[in-house]
């Protein structure tokens, strides 16, 4: 696995965002995890040679799926210990851009040479399909039933194993309409 030393902290591995265990273990709330992930995306996107990295896709895809697991439990009435700010509504904003940004970096690296991904073209899919799911999952939680389709639309375009529940989340979604 290739590293670079960054410019502030410890290491980073560019092609995977690798947390011990024990780190994981304490960020249980998602306002620690916030926290750590925004700081690790901040970290990542002012170094310019990281700004396109994989460990930075990562930790957008990680704090995404954080705010979609805190955001699924506020509609569970679970305690969950976001801000004050962080309604049900503003997680899956968060998410959805966070996806977004995962998408456009991914798209465009082709034309840009921008992503540098050590692995293969299916990684890059991977995660592509990956951001849409998530943000299918967000546009759904925010009652964008249109956007969400279109979503799991394109998560089959990276990722054809997905193509059965697809289906399911597409005919699901469009009895809401």
């Given at each position: 696995m290739r590293t670079v030393r960054c410019k502030r902290h410890s290491t980073v591995f560019l092609s995977r965002l690798t947390?011990?265990?024990?780190?994981?273990?304490?960020a249980k709330s998602f306002s620690?995890?916030?926290?750590?992930?925004?700081?690790?995306?901040?970290?990542?996107?002012?170094?310019e040679s990281l700004a396109c990295s994989a460990a930075l896709i990562h930790a957008f895809l990680l704090r995404a799926t954080s705010a979609v697991d805190a955001a699924e439990d506020i509609s569970m009435q679970r305690p969950v210990a976001a801000s004050d700010n962080d309604s049900q509504s503003t997680l899956f904003?968060?998410?959805i851009q966070d996806c977004e940004q995962v998408i456009t970096l991914l798209e465009n690296d082709q034309e840009r040479d921008a992503v540098r991904l050590s692995s293969s073209q299916q990684l890059r899919n991977?995660?592509?399909g990956k951001a849409y799911r998530i943000a299918a999952?967000?546009?759904e939680g925010n009652q964008q039933c249109n956007k969400a389709i279109e979503?799991?639309?394109?998560v089959v375009k990276y990722d054809p194993s997905f193509q059965s529940k697809v289906a399911k989340e597409v005919d699901r979604l469009a009895k809401k309409l």
């Open positions: 947390l011990s265990p024990p780190l994981l273990s304490l620690e995890k916030d926290r750590f992930f925004s700081s690790v995306i901040k970290s990542l996107g002012a170094d904003q968060r998410a991977d995660l592509v999952i967000a546009y979503a799991w639309r394109r």
